[in-house]
């Protein structure tokens, strides 16, 4: 069981996916705090890179890696454990994919570590935190006002919002998934129960988190590697213009749009997914 010890001396697991003669992709998991998981191989992209897939601390096989549960992180300093994560490695620079959640700490780490980013790719990103940009996410969901399932949504949304602890919102969140999904069919509702969260380390991921948005988007203006983002167009949880606009954030940033498509672009449209993938991390 692959593993490593952090900055402040916890172990933390990872996973290898795909052929380790190819040039590593680190991978961060969202959630915030769910099991690696639901990414499955995002794709086939194991084929293009050999992916480093770490359980954040408090997730997972990292929960008990060293014999005792470490401290669980705000997300802010999780991005010591990417770094910590790369020296183990033994890598100048790291490529680096961060999904929903996960893109916090993996922006983060661009802010702290810009010189230690070959490339950086965001899988739909939460935005709103970051960006002035309107958030059309209700805009989204609307489109599904015909759906058997949207009643129930609408009744869980107040739960949802008012919760205060990660257990109270994935109570509510049962309800409110649908709206990650531009289709709420089998492959989606098999999807959901993919990857298990753990509550303590997501009351730790935002508890005493302040951020100064525009000096983070200053910071983020400094990372000179290629980044990319992706984006569904039908992703009720964190729109389509708030993630488009955090690629303009980067010097070299683009965003990709896949169609048809939400939170889960590699669930739901995955050769759209792999084509945007292995277009950008490209053989090196």
């Known amino acids: 069981m692959p593993t490593f ?20 992709l680190v991978v961060q998991a969202g959630g915030a705090a769910r099991h690696p998981s639901y990414l499955g191989d995002l794709a086939g992209l194991s084929g293009t890179r050999h992916l480093v897939v770490l359980h954040q601390r408090g997730v997972g096989d990292s929960l008990h890696a060293g014999g005792t549960a470490p401290d669980a992180g705000r997300w802010t300093e999780l991005a010591e454990d990417l770094e910590a994560l790369r020296r183990h490695l033994g890598l100048e620079q790291i490529e680096l994919l961060g999904h929903s959640a996960g893109t916090r700490i993996a922006l983060s780490y661009a802010t702290r570590y810009p010189h230690r980013l070959a490339r ?16 059309d996410s209700k805009d989204i969901i609307a489109r599904h006002s015909a759906e058997e399932w949207y009643p129930a949504f609408l009744d869980a949304l107040p739960r949802y919002a008012a919760a205060t602890t990660a257990e109270e919102a994935m109570e509510a969140f049962v309800a409110i998934a649908p709206v990650s999904f531009a289709h709420w069919d089998d492959t989606a509702q098999l999807h959901q129960h993919i990857g298990q969260w753990y509550p ?8 005493g988190v302040e951020v100064d948005a525009a000096g983070f988007r200053q910071l983020l203006g400094q990372v000179r590697c290629d980044t990319l983002v992706i984006a569904g167009d039908s992703d009720g949880l964190v729109g389509l213009r708030p993630p488009c606009a955090v690629a303009e954030l980067f010097p070299h940033g683009s965003a990709v749009v896949l169609d048809n498509c939400g939170h889960y672009p590699w669930v739901e449209q995955p050769e759209a997914f792999s084509t945007a993938t292995k277009a950008f991390f490209r053989p090196v």
Do not use: R
């Open 200 to 207: 303590e380390a997501q009351n730790a991921f935002t508890t």
């Open 5 to 24: 010890t952090s900055y402040d001396g916890a172990t933390l697991h990872y996973d290898l996916l795909g052929d380790p003669t190819l040039p590593h």
């Open 120 to 135: 950086l790719c965001l899988v739909t990103p939460p935005a709103t935190w970051l960006v002035e940009e309107h958030d």
